[in-house]
């Protein structure tokens, strides 16, 4: 027994000193930040966030910082999400914050200052980083913050534009102008998306058998009606109209009835997200030319069954998305498309993306009964007929050298 004690006092006081010692190595110096953001002003960031140290590879970080941003109709959301690394800390906090759509760039990354200094506070907490920190008191009271707003356009946020752009050489002349409309509403049960695009595309080319006119006008509108039955199960109405001169479409009218279900809870999805949707769609469609199918004009009724999975962590990201579709008068008209994306960090500097994108096609109905020409096919006047399409990329980098990045140098 008496030896099992003065094992024990032995241990303590060999392992207590080392325990301080790491601590006061931890309180001793700056904590170190990784920022994982895909739209973010880092080097704004860096200037203005100045009592830490910024390093490249998270595998160096005290504290690794995700951020992330979504519409909500009004503005943008953005999630800050603070995860402490052991044996630093094993903290880990969330902000959130709205920009609205009247916020300049410049009030938005402000903003966004603000809750990064707020939410990094209690991780630099005994740290020789509290040394450079000072608090000071807005003494401009804002108001909304404690009242309800009033809003007389009911949370709708509208947005219109326009432009055009020309090239000339001294063969071709093409011009193209576009002009759309936007109009969305979002709140917590109800979601309203309203979309209208118009595009003139001409183009006009000097060949060997004479000038040629080239006509690829296209414009659409879509709607959009969505309401959160449950916490993973929502319903909606899709609503489309368009016409395409390249698709062989003089007018496409469509109603889609929608069901969604959520595998993960919706507040999730900026980390991860499993959604399955079911639509089913009536359309008619009146075509530009007679059709393969020898058809001028006919009703149609498509069904579409897809999925996305998506993780955003920080070994990086995966989204693999399945979408299958088919006409019910004739299930061999059908496509299917595979739609995956992946980028991981192998190890500390070392990352791989990869994309992909293959789709099977089986559901031209609208192609023209009569050859595309060599003129046609080269200048992109129709759409070709084809049983598949295939995109893929891939690429690989490797960051080496110095682990901080505190430094911003505006010059040049």
């Known amino acids: 027994m008496k030896n099992y004690v003065l094992v024990s006092i032995l241990l303590t006081a060999i392992f207590l000193p080392l325990t301080s010692l790491a601590q006061n190595t931890q309180q001793s110096r700056i904590p170190n930040v990784y920022v994982d953001c895909n739209r973010c002003p880092v080097s704004y960031i860096r200037t203005n966030v100045?009592?830490?140290?910024y390093v490249r590879d998270q595998a160096d970080a005290d504290i690794y910082l995700r951020i992330t941003d979504a519409s909500t109709g009004s503005g943008s959301q953005f999630i800050l999400d603070f995860r402490g690394i052991s044996p630093f800390s094993t903290r880990r906090d969330t902000l959130v914050f709205?920009?609205?759509?009247?916020?300049?760039?410049?009030?938005?990354?402000?903003?966004?200052?603000?809750n990064i200094r707020i939410g990094l506070i209690p991780f630099i907490t005994g740290t020789v980083a509290m040394e450079s920190i000072d608090i000071v008191r807005n003494t401009i009271v804002d108001d909304s913050i404690t009242e309800v707003p009033d809003d007389p356009w009911n949370q709708w946020i509208f947005e219109a534009d326009l432009q055009t752009s020309f090239d000339m050489e001294d063969t071709e002349f093409n011009y193209e102008i576009e002009s759309g409309f936007n109009a969305e509403r979002i709140t917590e049960k109800w979601k309203y998306d309203i979309r209208m695009e118009y595009e003139v595309d001409r183009t006009k080319i000097d060949l060997s058998s004479?000038?040629?006119?080239?006509?690829?006008?296209?414009?659409?509108?879509?709607?959009?009606?969505?309401?959160?039955?449950?916490?993973?199960?929502?319903?909606?109405?899709?609503?489309?109209a368009n016409a395409s001169k390249t698709q062989n479409i003089l007018i496409n009218l469509e109603a889609s009835p929608a069901i969604e279900y959520s595998v993960f809870d919706y507040p999730e999805f900026q980390e991860r997200r499993w959604v399955f949707q079911y639509r089913i769609t009536p359309k008619y469609r009146n075509y530009d030319r007679t059709t393969v199918y020898l058809k001028d004009s006919e009703f149609l009724l498509q069904q579409v069954l897809s999925q996305e999975l998506r993780f955003d962590q920080p070994w990086g990201r995966i989204d693999v998305g399945i979408s299958a579709t088919s006409y019910l008068h004739d299930l061999s008209l059908n496509s299917l498309e595979f739609d995956p994306s992946l980028s991981i960090r192998i190890t500390r500097g070392l990352f791989v993306n990869l994309y992909g994108n293959y789709r099977i096609i089986n559901d031209q109905i609208s192609l023209p009964a009569e050859d595309i020409t060599d003129t046609?096919?080269?200048?992109?006047?129709?759409?070709?007929?084809?049983?598949?399409?295939?995109?893929?990329?891939?690429?690989?980098?490797?960051?080496?050298?110095?682990?901080?990045?505190?430094?911003?140098?505006?010059?040049?």
């Open 50 to 53: 100045d009592f830490v140290n």
């Open 98 to 114: 709205e920009s609205p759509n009247t916020a300049t760039s410049d009030e938005e990354r402000a903003e966004l200052v603000r």
């Open 210 to 240: 004479g000038t040629r006119k080239v006509n690829r006008d296209s414009w659409y509108a879509n709607s959009f009606i969505g309401y959160s039955l449950r916490d993973h199960i929502s319903i909606g109405l899709f609503t489309r």
């Open 376 to 412: 046609e096919r080269l200048l992109g006047e129709r759409q070709q007929a084809t049983t598949y399409e295939l995109r893929f990329s891939f690429g690989i980098s490797y960051t080496f050298g110095s682990i901080y990045s505190n430094i911003v140098n505006p010059r040049f």
